[in-house]
Nanobody
């Protein structure tokens, strides 16, 4: 019943920035610990960052210091601000609940970083 919709991806140059959004429907975001993941065709889905209902964040070593996760519970939306982007960040980005993901994932949003 919970649905997740990611948006905000696009094409950006090396060193550039993008801001992703994830909107949850069918429930209230404030109930959930949320996480961002990313995936390329050649790789497993990779953890990127997570945020508790109260706003405490945790980041993977690959993105720590470059990405910032935030949430607006009144809008049922979590954000991922991505700075200093690298070609290695190119992937489809997904959000989901933590620690148990919803069985139905969103469509994801494509991020492509050119060199």
């Amino acid at each position: 019943q919970v649905q997740l919709v990611e948006s905000g991806g696009g094409l950006v140059q090396f060193g550039g920035s993008l801001s992703l959004s994830c909107t949850l429907s069918g429930s209230m975001l404030r109930f959930y610990h949320m996480a961002w993941y990313r995936q390329t065709p050649a790789d497993q889905r990779e953890f990127v960052a997570r945020i508790t209902p109260g706003g405490i964040t945790d980041y993977s070593s690959a993105v720590k210091g470059r990405f910032t996760l935030s949430r607006d519970n009144s809008k049922n939306t979590v954000y991922l601000q991505m700075n200093s982007l690298k070609p290695e960040d190119t992937a489809v980005y997904y959000c989901n609940t933590w620690p148990t993901p919803q069985p139905s994932w969103g469509q994801g949003t494509q991020v492509t970083v050119s060199s």
